[in-house]
Nanobody, 118 residues
């Protein structure tokens, strides 16, 4: 059973930066998509960014493009989300997600709170 554990959330001022990490345990898959979603109070969960293990291709939502960067470590067990130029509207619970492309299995982390406020 794959388990995802996020870390790195917290309180940051507008314009600041945070780096989220998501470590996958019991994870030996070669082909997958790892990504981040977020959910703000009163809003639906939305996709933020993802990265494919196959070719390293990435996706960013329009709201974070140019400010956030997703990456995976060499072991392909930890995904990072570097967030810069943070805005108040980035405040949300951020969830890590992995899709195993061979089986279609999807796993979620427990979420980490990011609050952008002065």
């Amino acid at each position: 059973q794959v388990q995802l554990v996020e870390s790195g959330g917290g309180l940051v001022q507008p314009g600041g930066s945070l780096r989220l990490s998501c470590a996958a345990s019991e994870f030996t898959e070669d082909f997958f998509v790892m990504g981040w979603f977020r959910q703000a109070p009163g809003k639906e969960r939305e996709g933020v960014s993802c990265i494919s293990s196959n070719d390293g291709s990435t996706y960013y939502s329009d709201s974070v493009k140019g400010r956030f960067t997703i990456s995976v470590d060499n072991a392909k067990t930890t995904v990072f989300l570097q967030m810069s130029s943070l805005k108040r509207e980035d405040t949300a619970v951020y969830y890590c997600n992995v899709l195993i492309t061979e089986t279609g299995s999807v796993y979620w982390g427990q979420g980490t709170q990011v609050t952008v406020s002065s």
